[in-house]
């Protein structure tokens, strides 16, 4: 069955700390990654996706993922998180028609 | 910018109350969606619909039903409202058949059934 898996509900930093959110997903097909971020109050946003090439990708924000094929993840990183990275971060892989999502991350940055 | 827009930000009905819920997505996207968004549950995939007038069931269709009658307007319908159904409900719209397009998302409508 296809499935995303995000390891951490929460997650709790301090301003300038390094962050990496876990991904894993389970699809048969070939593989589209994505991430999103929803900011309190804010609609969900595309924060950055992979479709083919490199399996580094950057996004906006200073957000970046690695793509692993060998170890099916899609971990979301950034060296020094802000206050403003306050949000909820959600993990999706394309399926036939819709995308399928894991549970979310709720990240909160301490000032 | 693409644009997907909901109709209420918020509304509050009564149980046994018939509700719509309207999304309106301006980039001529052929698919559309329904989520429920609920605390550690991520999104929850109610409906979907890939074309006019086409309609298919997602993880928990139940309690719901859904109307596409032009290619730029999804409805969700709650038939019966029940306090199960207080949560936020978010409509998305995509480009093509599956593959590599992203999803884009209105900004929710929180419904409290009473």
């Known amino acids: 069955a296809q499935s995303v898996s995000q390891h951490n509900h929460h997650v709790i930093l301090s301003e300038a700390a390094s962050l990496e959110l876990g991904c894993n997903y389970s699809y048969g097909g070939t593989v589209n990654l994505f991430w999103y971020v929803q900011y309190p109050g804010q609609h969900l946003q595309l924060l950055l996706k992979?479709?083919?090439?490199d399996p580094l990708v950057k996004g906006i924000k200073g957000f970046e993922a690695e793509f692993i094929k060998s170890k099916f993840s899609f971990n979301l990183r950034k060296p020094s998180v802000q206050w403003s990275d306050t949000a909820e971060y959600f993990c999706a892989v394309n399926g036939n028609y819709q995308l399928i999502w894991g549970a979310g991350t709720k990240l909160i940055i301490k000032p | 910018d693409v644009k997907v827009t909901q109709s209420s930000r918020y509304l509050v009905k009564r149980t046994g109350e018939k509700v719509f819920l309207e999304c309106v997505q301006d980039?001529?996207?052929?698919?559309m969606f329904w989520y429920r968004q609920d605390p550690g549950l991520g999104l929850r995939l109610i409906y979907f619909?890939?074309?006019?007038?086409?309609?298919e069931k997602g993880d928990i269709p139940e309690g719901y039903s859904v109307s596409r009658e032009k290619k730029e307007r999804f409805s969700l319908i709650l038939e019966s409202a029940s306090t199960n159904q207080t949560s936020m409900y978010l409509c998305?719209?995509?480009?093509?058949?599956?593959?590599?397009?992203?999803?884009?998302f209105g900004q929710g409508t929180r419904l409290t059934v009473v």
């Open positions: 980039m001529d996207h052929e698919n």
């Open positions: 992979y479709f083919s090439g």
């Open positions: 619909s890939y074309d006019v007038k086409m309609k």
């Open positions: 998305a719209s995509r480009p093509f058949r599956g593959g590599g397009t992203e999803a884009f």
